[in-house]
């Protein structure tokens, strides 16, 4: 749905809109599915709702890519629930929707259950997407659309098309787009230089130690 809108005002849209009429949310896979696909090295890695990040910009954490022609897959459809770089990530289960994009290091994962993946079109941005439904305008947006009680509530494939995500006013959304990848490709290098700086602290307070975790 369009709002009424001039020139400088924000344009309001359903997500559908931003995905286009030949795309459809994709459910991950559960867990019981999950025990039937194995490869050489068994069950494939996934990603699962505790590794979807908010803060300070929705990410995941790293995942191993799967080669479905590896899996013994059986009459287990995979395809759905793999995910691709740019794509955004939403967790269905609340209190508290996460949604992050998927990066290259994640393109060819797994989703697990209650986390629906997204292509959106081209000309939209899913660091943008994904900022706005994280912020409280987004949070209150969801809510709205889910169902369940005050302290778990799930948001349906079906539901999560109407809810309407704030776009940036006619003539402004490229420049805005890009100014939201390139804030998130900023924090995704932060937050892999922080992660290394733990890992070197962990290492020195082991050694520190003589060795003892």
Same mark, same amino acid.
């Given at each position: 749905?369009?709002?009424?809108?001039?020139?400088?005002?924000?344009?309001?849209?359903?997500?559908?809109?931003?995905?286009?009429?030949?795309?459809?949310?994709?459910?991950?896979?559960?867990?019981?599915?999950?025990?039937?696909?194995?490869?050489?090295?068994?069950?494939?890695?996934?990603?699962?709702?505790?590794?979807?990040?908010?803060?300070?910009?929705?990410?995941?954490?790293?995942?191993?890519?799967?080669?479905?022609?590896?899996? $013994?897959?059986?009459?287990?459809?995979?395809?759905?629930?793999?995910?691709?770089?740019?794509?955004?990530?939403?967790?269905?289960?609340?209190?508290?929707?996460?949604?992050?994009?998927?990066? $290259?290091?994640?393109?060819?994962?797994?989703?697990?259950?209650?986390?629906?993946?997204?292509?959106?079109?081209?000309?939209?941005?899913?660091?943008?997407?994904?900022?706005?439904?994280?912020?409280?305008?987004?949070?209150?947006?969801?809510?709205?659309?889910?169902?369940?009680?005050?302290?778990?509530?799930?948001?349906?494939?079906?539901?999560?098309?109407?809810?309407?995500?704030?776009?940036?006013?006619?003539?402004?959304?490229?420049?805005?787009?890009?100014?939201?990848?390139?804030?998130?490709?900023?924090?995704?290098?932060?937050?892999?230089?922080?992660?290394?700086?733990?890992?070197?602290?962990?290492?020195?307070?082991?050694?520190?130690?003589?060795?003892?975790?």
């Amino acid at each position: 749905m369009l709002s009424d809108h001039n020139e400088s005002s924000p344009v309001i849209v359903n997500l559908q809109k931003l995905l286009g009429p030949s795309s459809q949310p994709r459910r991950g896979l559960p867990t019981y599915l999950f025990e039937q696909v194995s490869g050489p090295e068994g069950q494939p890695d996934r990603i699962r709702i505790e590794d979807i990040v908010i803060d300070p910009v929705g990410r995941i954490r790293k995942k191993n890519r799967v080669d479905p022609g590896s899996l $013994e897959s059986g009459n287990v459809d995979i395809g759905e629930a793999l995910v691709r770089a740019g794509d955004l990530v939403l967790t269905t289960l609340g209190p508290q929707f996460k949604c992050a994009v998927v990066d $290259e290091e994640n393109d060819g994962a797994l989703i697990s259950e209650n986390i629906i993946a997204m292509t959106l079109l081209p000309k939209y941005s899913a660091e943008y997407v994904a900022s706005y439904l994280n912020s409280p305008f987004g949070q209150k947006e969801l809510q709205r659309h889910a169902s369940g009680t005050s302290h778990i509530v799930r948001i349906s494939p079906k539901n999560l098309l109407k809810v309407e995500v704030c776009l940036p006013p006619e003539g402004t959304e490229s420049e805005v787009f890009e100014l939201f990848r390139t804030y998130y490709e900023y924090e995704r290098v932060l937050s892999g230089e922080r992660e290394t700086r733990m890992k070197i602290m962990d290492a020195l307070l082991c050694t520190a130690r003589g060795g003892r975790p």
